[in-house]
Structure formats: structure tokens, C-alpha cells
């Protein structure tokens, strides 16, 4: 009986709306938020269109979920603003061949359009409950070429670098330096960098000749890197 009526319930108009009305947010979102503030990147957007940024967010935030900014997911810890999201992932030039190092899996929602983009993310949370939470909806979502690990992001994920980029979704003092190394040459890796809680540079650190060169992108903010002692 309970099953008929789920049954019943995925294929009534009033479920199949509600999905389209998704569909339809984010592309409202891509042309009123993204779009005119400047992503150009086709992958990029496609990649915005296609992942559910609700699913990645409390059930009670889901009509708020294709507005751009940041929402909390619990934890103290935010889920990026879609325009940030989208800026950072233009940033790095993805390559449907790249191995993109992640640091902040937060809810995952990142690393889930890196992933339509790129052929792997590898991406580290430090939070246990963020960790468990975001692996096991990647997994039921079915982006299977994303790989996670509860972790210090500080020290990178050297078995399996080095990386294409690196992306960092958390404000660290400084750039990291095990990330600087996992970084391959002629790579690119997008961190905001700065005291937390206050506004941060965004800063864009390319590797070039085993040299290092930074630029600040943008100011944003960030919730803080934290560490986690060993
Ligand atoms: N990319 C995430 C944003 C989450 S906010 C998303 O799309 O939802 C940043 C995340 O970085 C938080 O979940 C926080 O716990 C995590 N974080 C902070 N310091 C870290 C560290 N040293 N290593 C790994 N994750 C860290």
C-alpha cells in the first residue's frame, strides 16, 4: 500500500511540477545571477543548470536554494553562493581530462559540478558529519567519479596528486604549502586567503618553471580553514 502510494505520488502532476520548478529556478538563476555577472564558461553553466543545488541543502531552505547566496548546511559552515560557485570553477580553466583537488567538501555541492566538468574530484572535509553526510548524497545522486575523505585539507591528498587544480572553499591564513607541491606544473589552484571573518582576497596561485605567482581575483568571505591536530 505504502508503495502504491509512492508510486502514486512520483507520478502526480502536482511532484513532477515542483521538479520542473527547479528546473526552471536555476535557469532563472544562470540568467538573472550568473550570466550577467559575467561567467561565460559553457561547461560552467551547464553544469549549474544540471545539479540540484536544492538536494544539497536542508529540506526547509529548498525554495531558497536558487537565489544567489549562501546558505547554512549546519556545523557553522555555509554552502557557497551559486555565483562564487561558478566564478571559481571558470577560474581554473576545467578540462573535461583534469584531476581537480577539492579542500572543503562542506555539502558537496562544489565538488558535484566540478564533477560534471572534470574527469575526477578528489575533495576533504574536516567536519565528521559533513563528511559522512555529503559522501553518502554524492553517492545516491550517482556522481561516482568524485572521491572523499574525512581529513586536514592543510596537507592535501598526496597519493593522488598531483593535480590539475585546486580548488579551496575555506579562508586559510595562507596558502598551504603540501598544496603549493600537489599543484602540477602549469597548474592552477583558486583559495581565498585572509583573516577570517573578515573580508579575504581571492587569490588565483598558478605554478609556472616550479615558481609560484598569486593575484587577488576578488574580495570574498569565507567561513574559516580550520585544523585539526593530529
Ligand atoms: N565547497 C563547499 C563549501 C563549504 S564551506 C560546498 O560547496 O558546500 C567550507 C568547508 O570547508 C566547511 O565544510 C569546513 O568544514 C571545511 N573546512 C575548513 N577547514 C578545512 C580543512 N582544513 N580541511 C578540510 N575541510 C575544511
Redesign the pocket.
Given at each position: 500500500m505504502a508503495r502504491l502510494f509512492i508510486v502514486f505520488l512520483l507520478f502526480s502532476p502536482l511532484f513532477l511540477s515542483s521538479q520542473n520548478d527547479y528546473l526552471e529556478a536555476r535557469e532563472r538563476m544562470i540568467a538573472d545571477d550568473i550570466k550577467p555577472r559575467g561567467v561565460k564558461d559553457k561547461a560552467t553553466l551547464n553544469a549549474l543548470n544540471e545539479v540540484p543545488r536544492h538536494l544539497?541543502v536542508p529540506q526547509e531552505l529548498w525554495s531558497q536554494a536558487y537565489r544567489d547566496g549562501p546558505l547554512p548546511?549546519g556545523?557553522g559552515?555555509?554552502?557557497?553562493q551559486p555565483y562564487i560557485?561558478a566564478f571559481m570553477t571558470e577560474a581554473i580553466k576545467p578540462e573535461s581530462d583534469f584531476k581537480v583537488l577539492?579542500?572543503?567538501?562542506?555539502?558537496?555541492?562544489?565538488?558535484a559540478i566540478l564533477s560534471r566538468i572534470v574527469d575526477s574530484v578528489y575533495t576533504?572535509?574536516?567536519?565528521d558529519e559533513?563528511y559522512s553526510r555529503s559522501k553518502k548524497q554524492l553517492k545516491e545522486l550517482g556522481y561516482n567519479n568524485i572521491m572523499t575523505k574525512s581529513?586536514?585539507?592543510?596537507f592535501g591528498w598526496e597519493e593522488k596528486g598531483p593535480f590539475d587544480a585546486i580548488v579551496v572553499?575555506?579562508a586559510a591564513e595562507f596558502v598551504p604549502p603540501p598544496l603549493i607541491d600537489q599543484l602540477k606544473e602549469g597548474g592552477r589552484m583558486i583559495i581565498p586567503v585572509g583573516t577570517p571573518f573578515a573580508t579575504q582576497q581571492l587569490l588565483m596561485v598558478t605554478k609556472k618553471g616550479g615558481k609560484t605567482k598569486s593575484r587577488n581575483l576578488m574580495f570574498v568571505r569565507?567561513?574559516?580553514?580550520?585544523?585539526?591536530s593530529e
Open positions: 544539497f548546511i556545523y559552515q555555509t554552502i557557497s560557485v577539492e579542500i572543503g567538501t562542506g555539502s558537496g555541492y562544489q565538488a576533504i572535509e574536516i567536519i559533513l581529513a586536514d585539507g592543510y572553499t575555506a569565507f567561513v574559516p580553514f580550520t585544523r585539526r
